[in-house]
Structure formats: C-alpha cells, structure tokens
C-alpha cells in the first residue's frame, strides 16, 4: 500500500519539510503503517514564523467582519468534508468511526463557528471618571502565536486553540501531535479554500522533543498555547518563563466522581459507563476515581461491572463499536503496566484486565479490555497517576467530608462530577472540590463561552470563550484626563 507522506503548510502551501528525519504513523487498530511523517526542524520553524509574520499586519487590521467570514467559511468546509476528516481521525487513532464523525469532527467546525462569532463580539472595557477622565483598554493581537496539540482528540483541540487565536487577530503556527498528523494538514487546504489568507495560519509536522522545542524556542513566538501532558507542560513552561512569554498550559487529570446514595441511579450508571471509558478512557475529562458512598456501592458495582462487559470492544470502522483501540503499541504497554501495578498494589480487578484480539482486519491492533478495579488506597500510586486508559478504579467513602478529602488528595485538579439530587450538597462540594471544572449530574456537557482547564499539576489558565480571547491578546490602558 502507498503511504501518504505528510506535508506541512506553510504560508497557504504544501511543503515537503526540511527535515530532520521521519515517523511511521501506524493505525493503532490494525497496526499498519498509513503514513510517513517528518520530523520538521529549526529550519521548517524558521519559515513557517516567518510567513506567519509577514501575514500579521493585514490579518490584525482586517475588519471584524471579514474575519468572521473566513472563520467561518473553515467551519462551513470543516462540515462539508467531515466523512473525509473522521475518517482521517479514526484511522490515525483507532477511535470508533460514530465517535469521530458524530462528535469530534463536528465539535471542530463548532470551535471555528463560536469564534468567528467572538471576532466580532469581543470587547474592551472603559473606566470613567466623571469629570476627570477616562480609561479604557486595548486589546490587541499578540503577534505570531504557537498552539501544540495532544492526539486525544486530534482536530477537536487543535481547532479549540488555533480558532481564538486567529479570532483575536494573531497569525499561528501549529504542531499537532505526531501520533494524529492527518486531519491537521487536511485542515490546511480547508483554510486556503475558505479564503484565510497564506501564512495567517501555518502547520508544522513533527515530534515533540525537535520539532516541537523549535517552535516553543523560536524568539519570534509571542505566546504558547499547549494541551498535552504534565512533564511536557514543565519542560515548555522552564523555557518559556524566563523570557516572560505568555503561556497556556491544558495538562493531565486524574479525575473524581463523587456517587452519592441518593443520585438518580439509572441515569447516574449510564453515564458512569461513558464517563469511564468513552474514546478508550483517553479523553482528560474522563473520570478516574470513582468514589461511591457505601450505600450504593454493593449494587452500583454489580450493575456497572454487567454494564461494562457488555461493551463491544473492536473494529472502529463497525458501527455497533463502542470502543476502538488505544493509541499506540506504547500506550498499550503503559496502561497494561498500570493495571500490574494496581494487582501489587492489592487491587482486585472485577473486569478486564487484559487486552483484547479482534477477530479479522484489527487482530494485530492495540486493544484493551475496559478494566474496573477496586480494593485500592486513595493514595496509592494507581490512584495519584494518570493512566489515560480504559482502567478506573472504585473507591467507596461514608461521609461528605471522605469524600471531598478523597477527591482533593491529588496532585491534579482538571474535572470532577457529582452525582446527587440534593442541590445543597451539590453546591457544598462545587465550592470545596479543587478542580477547575464541576459538572453536577451530568459529563462532558459543552457551552464554549465557559472557562476551561484545571488547576495545581493539571495547568495554567483557562481556555474558552472571552479566557481565549483575552489570553490571545495583550491589553493596553490609555487613560485621557480631561479635567
Ligand atoms: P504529550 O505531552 O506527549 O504531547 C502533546 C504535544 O506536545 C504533542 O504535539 C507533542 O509532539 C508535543 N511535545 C512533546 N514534547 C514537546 C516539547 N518538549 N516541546 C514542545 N512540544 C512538545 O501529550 P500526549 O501524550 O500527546 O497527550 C496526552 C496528555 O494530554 C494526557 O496527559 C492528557 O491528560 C493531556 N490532555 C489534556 C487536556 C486538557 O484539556 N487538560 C486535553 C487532552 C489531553
């Protein structure tokens, strides 16, 4: 079979990378090779911000209203190619086909929307004194911006970052994640045929530790947008604090559900399956600890536990899959180690555990068993790390204050849920659980407008709606006496 050989784009180009070497994609469900990707060097950076430069002035001085346009022309063609984009996505993570093409692709053209939206909207405040004199604020583009991706949800994140960043008027250079390269140099096309300007928005292929220090390093970089993990997050901030650049940071999460005794039950075991193990338990947001009061716990484990083992685990491009592959050989290794760990640790495992062969096309994929264990300390290292897999764990507690101390003893603080219809202890535990996101009787409900991101080992600031476009711009008070 012919491997694709992905590009970069570069000032409204396709370009063969200067490269400093090259990565074979594997589709981590059939663990064939599907592409060839390049390791794109200084060199690729290098040019890649200097086109972004080069296209600032007229993109920052466009009128509001012709960049609404454009944004949302990507968004329209984002939609209008979206078989073409999940597939692309399924085949570079081994996520079911359903997933891609109902939810993250179309959360995609969503971002661009809501943001093309916030171009025109955005605005600054003014501080009056009567009679003396006024104050109000400038909000402008930063200049070059860089935004770096995770694989998780490939073009979903991407488009979170690299969207307000052209809203609020910078030009961009992007990297998404060498494990998902496809949907991002697909995108570029989509943005040369909805008008955006060559080198407003430029991406770069390639591997963190080359490609991705390059661009963070580059002196003409004015602000990093990452989401990815924490021990990256720190590598990126150590270069980046010492020359005061602004940094957003979207890290891991080891995340608690909190089941109180009297939640409603049904709904509350749908969407803990969900929760668990939607995208293979490889989404930030999925919940890790699931922290049960003692009332419930007997019947919720019997019933969860049967829910779970009915889930079809397989071949993504089947309709019917619930859950597809991990994403890699490596992740594979890693969450396996995790659930050995867990059995040291005096973890009993109540289902999965292993991994799993696929009859046909996906027999030599990476597939993993959703795996529930119960049996072990909140602070033990199962508990404290972040998996990022199909495995959680069930922690049963008595009291309100157990279960606000369980779930606060963490080094993360991304996400947590409560599930209770008592709205006074929903609210106690909103106020006393240190996350930065709350969602009480529901998950993964989405209004962009809401600040996003965590606290403590999870990240640095907040993404979403006016946070993005404020982190994308640097304010300026003039301030006119009159008097
Ligand atoms: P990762 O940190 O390995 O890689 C993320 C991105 O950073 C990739 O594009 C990678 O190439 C790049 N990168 C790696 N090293 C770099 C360096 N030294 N300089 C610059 N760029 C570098 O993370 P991953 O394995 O791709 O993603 C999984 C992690 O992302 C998990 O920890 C997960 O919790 C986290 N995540 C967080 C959120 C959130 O919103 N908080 C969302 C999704 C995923």
């Not at 052209?166 to 040369?192: F, I």
């Not at 049904?266 to 890790?288: A, D, H, M, P, Y």
């Not at 709205?423 to 996350?435: D, S």
């Amino acid at each position: 079979m012919q491997l694709l050989k992905i590009k970069n784009y570069i000032n409204g180009q396709y370009l063969e990378a200067q490269s400093e070497g090259e990565i074979l994609n594997i589709n981590p469900a059939t663990n064939e090779p599907i592409s060839i990707i390049p390791i794109s060097s200084n060199a690729d950076i290098n040019q890649a911000v200097s086109a972004a430069t080069a296209a600032f002035p007229a993109w920052k001085t466009m009128s509001h209203d012709a960049r609404f346009r454009i944004l949302n022309a990507i968004a329209d063609q984002i939609e209008s190619h979206a078989q073409q984009l999940a597939e692309a996505e399924t085949n570079d993570t081994g996520k079911p086909l359903w997933l891609s093409k109902s939810i993250e692709i179309p959360r995609a053209a969503s971002n661009f929307r809501f943001f093309a939206t916030a171009s025109m909207q955005f605005a600054s405040e003014s501080h009056y004194n009567p009679g003396q004199n006024i104050n109000f604020t400038l909000r402008q583009a930063l200049g070059v911006v860089a935004c770096i991706s995770p694989w998780n949800l490939p073009l979903y994140l991407f488009s979170w970052k690299i969207a307000p960043a052209l809203a609020a008027g910078n030009c961009v250079v992007a990297k998404p994640s060498e494990l998902s390269p496809t949907t991002a140099m697909l995108l570029g096309d989509l943005c040369t045929k909805a008008g955006l300007p060559p080198g407003v928005l430029n991406i770069v292929q390639g591997d963190g530790p080359t490609t991705g220090s390059a661009l963070v390093s580059h002196p003409s970089i004015k602000a990093v947008s990452f989401t990815g993990g924490t021990a990256t997050g720190k590598k990126i901030s150590s270069i980046l604090a010492p020359q005061f650049k602004k940094l957003s940071l979207e890290l891991g999460g080891k995340n608690p559900c909190i089941l109180f005794d009297d939640c409603d039950y049904e709904k509350t075991l749908n969407e803990l399956v969900r929760l668990s193990f939607s995208n293979q338990g490889q989404i930030c947001l999925c919940g890790s600890r699931i922290i049960i009061q003692s009332g419930i716990y007997d019947r919720l484990k019997k019933d969860f536990v049967k829910r779970v083992e009915q889930i079809k685990i397989g071949d993504p491009l089947d309709p019917d899959t619930r859950m597809g592959s991990v994403i890699s050989e490596q992740h594979k290794q890693k969450v396996l180690s995790y659930i050995e760990l867990a059995r040291q640790e005096g973890g009993k495992i109540l289902t999965g555990g292993t991994t799993h062969t696929p009859q046909g096309r996906c027999s030599q994929g990476h597939f993993i068993l959703p795996t529930i264990i119960e049996g072990l300390s909140p602070s033990c290292r199962t508990n404290q790390e972040e998996i990022f897999g199909p495995v959680i764990s069930l922690i049963p507690f008595d009291t309100m204050d157990q279960a606000i101390q369980i779930a606060n003893e963490s080094p993360y603080g991304l996400a947590a849920t409560i599930w209770t219809q008592d709205l006074k202890k929903a609210h106690h535990l909103a106020e006393q659980i240190n996350t930065g996101i709350v969602w009480i009787n529901c998950w993964l409900v989405r209004d962009l407008r809401t600040p996003f991101g965590g606290m403590n080992q999870s990240g640095l600031g907040r993404e979403g709606g006016w946070e993005a476009m404020k982190f994308f711009t640097e304010s300026k008070n003039v301030c006119i006496q009159y008097s």
